[in-house]
């Protein structure tokens, strides 16, 4: 979840929002009472933050199931929503909040996130395979790694810029590090002959 939306993890939703096509392939809102079954079989999801750390407000962000099983923001939502309903009915409630069976509340910390990104670098040895030193990955690399994979797949960068929520281009910086991607075949294009003039601007 903390990949598809850019690590929101700290924000708090002022607002979730489950949607499911109606029979005309409308997206409807779900009910506050829809079902365990219907929630996580919601075809689309809305986040509206309360506030960020940019001091962004009530930015909304929307991401649509992508048919998987885990790795699917719409569920990973689901799943959180239909925990914390089953302890809380706190609209303030963080995502991160989890309750254990004997309904004590825990939050999952900056700090737990920042090891588990590492557990996971470490386990998919980032070092070898990849020539990135674990120390590296932070929790920042969620925010970096989701604008490079929407890059990468070819989304405009007014796309990258609403799904990450920046309100300027500081966001282009973390694309730079993916380079190597982009400039794939670029000499073997450039060393084509062309029949062009440059003229120069006056």
Same mark, same amino acid.
């Given at each position: 979840m903390a990949f598809y939306f850019y690590y929101v993890w700290a924000n708090t939703?002022?607002?979730?929002?489950?949607?499911?096509?109606?029979?005309?392939?409308?997206l409807r809102m779900l009910p506050r009472n829809a079902s365990e079954e219907d929630i996580l079989s919601a075809d689309a999801v809305t986040l509206k933050l309360k506030n960020q750390k940019n001091g962004w407000k009530g930015?909304?962000?929307?991401?649509?199931?992508?048919?998987?099983?885990?790795?699917?923001?719409?569920k990973a939502v689901g799943r959180r929503y239909i925990h914390i309903k089953k302890f809380?009915?706190?609209?303030?409630?963080?995502?991160?909040?989890?309750?254990?069976?004997?309904?004590?509340?825990r939050d999952v910390k900056d700090s737990d996130m920042r090891t588990a990104l590492k557990v996971a670098a470490e386990a998919l040895d980032?070092?070898?395979? +990849? /020539?990135?030193?674990?120390?590296k990955?932070?929790?920042? *690399? %969620?925010r970096i790694g989701g604008a490079n994979a929407l890059s990468l797949n070819g989304y405009s960068k007014e796309q990258i810029q609403k799904m990450?929520?920046? +309100? /300027?281009?500081?966001?282009?910086?973390?694309?730079?590090? *993916? %380079?190597?991607?982009?400039?794939?075949?670029?000499?073997?294009?450039?060393?084509?002959?062309f029949g062009f003039v440059s003229l120069e601007a006056g």
């Open positions: 939703p002022s607002k979730i929002e489950e949607t499911k096509k109606d029979h005309r392939g409308i930015v909304c962000v929307s991401h649509h199931s992508n048919g998987e099983e885990y790795n699917n923001p719409t809380t009915a706190d609209p303030n409630t963080f995502l991160s909040a989890y309750f254990e069976e004997d309904g004590l509340r980032y070092v070898g395979t +990849r /020539g990135i030193p674990v120390d990955i932070d929790t920042h *690399s %969620l990450g929520r920046w +309100r /300027g281009d500081t966001f282009l910086e973390y694309i730079r590090e *993916s %380079l190597a991607d982009f400039s794939e075949g670029m000499s073997k294009s450039m060393s084509k002959l």
